[in-house]
């Protein structure tokens, strides 16, 4: 059963509703993003039906922040938030050998602000500096300004955890200033718009954590790209392969249980260890997130 919550917060709990409490499904291939995933667990831990979500990443969505326990029915094919700032701050600092950093973050968005302050926190703990850090909102157009304040602090490197266009712009105008560090990102980096919007060249000298990359020489990874090319004519983003991911995950635990209850369905997606998926073996940890690479 397929119906759309139009990536609205009320809207994906009224689909929740439907499809937990109405339709009677044994489990639920949750919303994409953590705002409209939060807005469904409740429905999900009301009547004990699996949640499964490909892609939202803030750690509450698995662990309940109030009482720091594991939501029991709600999992997740992704990693969360903090591990891949962690990784960003490694590769800046022991990959391409950068010490001075300057963080800009969209302090309107949860995702982005978590990813600021884990990138800061890390960057300090491996030896470097942050030498300036500023916000914008994502309705902003204008960076220029900001960006100048970062050139002139002598950053070496800007690490920039937001979404694609805001991230496209910003780069775009850095490179018009003479800007020409690298710029680091995450997971919302990832669609082909990045490209569209800022130009090929601008992005050069760029680099993102994400959940897998469709360059991948692995056979697994390059059987779906092919196989994803030939049905919609395109490279599969992220959130392609997750979603597969998510599909394929759930089939096995159901397979797994040897039943269609929900009960059991939970058990033995918490049970799920060395899983092979296109985004990475994955094993879930005590708060149903997922072990597994960053790319």
């Not at 004519?233 to 096995?252: E, H, K, R």
């Amino acid at each position: 059963i397929i119906l759309d919550n139009k990536s609205d917060n009320a809207e994906s709990l009224s689909v929740a509703t439907r499809l937990i409490a109405d339709e009677g499904v044994v489990a639920h291939l949750g919303p994409a993003t953590t705002g409209n995933t939060l807005a469904a667990i409740p429905v999900a831990m009301e009547y004990k039906v699996p949640l499964l979500t490909t892609s939202a990443t803030n750690p509450d969505v698995t662990v309940d922040p109030q009482t720091g326990q594991t939501r029991e029915y709600i999992f997740r094919t992704c990693f969360i938030d903090p591990p891949q700032a962690i990784v960003a701050a490694d590769f800046i600092f022991n990959e391409l050998g950068l010490k001075k950093a300057a963080v800009y973050y969209d302090n309107t968005n949860d995702y982005s602000k978590g990813l600021s302050k884990v990138s800061k926190d890390e960057v300090e703990k491996v030896g470097g500096t942050v030498v300036a850090e500023e916000g914008y909102v994502d309705t902003d157009k204008e960076f220029r300004p900001t960006l100048t304040k970062f050139r002139d602090a002598g950053a070496e490197v800007v690490y920039l955890p937001g979404y694609y266009q805001q991230a496209a712009l910003i780069v775009s105008q850095a490179r018009e200033l003479g800007l020409n560090v690298p710029f680091v990102g995450a997971d919302g980096w990832d669609s082909p718009d990045l490209v569209k919007i800022a130009g090929a060249e601008a992005l050069n000298n760029t680099f993102f954590t994400n959940h897998y990359s469709s360059q991948d020489p692995s056979p697994k990874v390059q059987k779906f790209v092919e196989a994803y090319k030939a049905k919609y004519g395109d490279a599969p983003d992220s959130f392609a392969a997750l979603g597969y991911d998510a599909a394929y995950l759930l089939a096995d635990a159901i397979n797994r249980a040897g039943s269609a209850d929900p009960e059991a369905i939970k058990n033995a997606l918490a049970a799920t260890k060395d899983f092979e998926a296109v985004t990475g073996t994955m094993s879930f940890d005590e708060f149903h997130n997922p072990v597994k690479e960053i790319a």
